[in-house]
């Protein structure tokens, strides 16, 4: 049965794009059956082209990514979610709507990033900084996808995630 993996952030426009991205391609690589989604409170309605950029120079396929709402995964017909994953401060302190997976609410875990988009050092500097953020959430997203997500209950995702969220 495939894990999905919803990861949050206000704008859905940066580092949630790139944590989908990531743990997607990491997925298909080495063969595990997790699907990573994204979305934001408040999305921005595009996703920043700095991390369209990153994802396509490290092989990824980004078309049709685009910013999307967190209600497109409290409805009906959303998938079933065993672990959200906030990667921005703002994020995380909002209260989310109530998300329903395989066994009833999925575990939440918060992964925090600097945004990217407030990198100094003008294009080149955000284009660096975006660089820097994708490595660094990718190297998380391995370590989620080391774990034995089929069977893991949910207190030991819980502690799992956050220790992850630690390293």
Known sequence: MTTHVLILCTHNSARSVLAEGMLNHWARKLGCDVQAHSAGSAPSGRVNP???QALNDAGIDTSGYRSKSWDEFSGE???????????????????????????????????????????????????RAFELTRQAIGYRMLQLLQLPLDTLGKAELQQAAAGIARS
């Open 50 to 52: 700095f991390a369209l």
């Open 77 to 127: 017909g959303a998938p079933p979610l065993s672990l959200v994953i906030t990667v921005c401060d703002s994020a995380a302190a909002e209260a989310c709507p109530v998300f329903f997976g395989a066994a009833g609410e999925p575990v939440k875990v918060h992964w925090g990033y600097p945004d990217p988009s407030n990198a100094e050092g003008g294009d080149e500097g955000r284009r």
